[in-house]
């Protein structure tokens, strides 16, 4: 069983105008969504307001990309994850199709 400390982390994230991104995802837990082709952050919030914990690295709490080939049960099996522009703003850039 893991803990949430073994959870996948988002090593770099690139989506500039997101209130939880200041020099890293400083979201407790992001979830990927399931969006037409797109492995979207569906935690990214657009504000002017800095949001989440300084002292907390980005984990990846639930992935609704089931076809993704790091996607056991809706979690992420990842050694990490990069979040940045693709179809959307904030693309889990290492989403990878089965």
């Given at each position: 069983?893991?803990?949430?400390?073994?959870?996948?982390?988002?090593?770099?994230?690139?989506?500039?105008a997101?209130s939880?991104?200041a020099s890293?995802?400083?979201?407790?837990?992001i979830?990927?969504?399931?969006?037409?082709?797109?492995?979207?952050?569906?935690?990214?919030?657009?504000?002017?307001?800095?949001?989440?914990?300084?002292?907390?690295?980005?984990?990846?709490?639930a992935?609704?990309?089931?076809?993704?080939t790091?996607?056991?049960n809706?979690?992420?099996?990842?050694?990490?994850?990069?979040?940045g522009?693709?179809?959307t703003?904030?693309?889990?850039?290492?989403?990878?199709?089965?």
């Amino acid at each position: 069983m893991r803990t949430l400390l073994q959870m996948t982390p988002v090593r770099e994230c690139a989506a500039t105008a997101c209130s939880f991104n200041a020099s890293g995802c400083h979201a407790p837990a992001i979830t990927v969504a399931s969006t037409g082709d797109a492995a979207s952050c569906a935690t990214f919030v657009e504000s002017s307001l800095q949001g989440g914990i300084a002292e907390v690295t980005g984990t990846v709490g639930a992935c609704a990309r089931v076809e993704c080939t790091y996607n056991t049960n809706l979690a992420c099996t990842a050694e990490s994850i990069s979040v940045g522009p693709g179809v959307t703003v904030s693309d889990c850039r290492t989403y990878q199709p089965a």
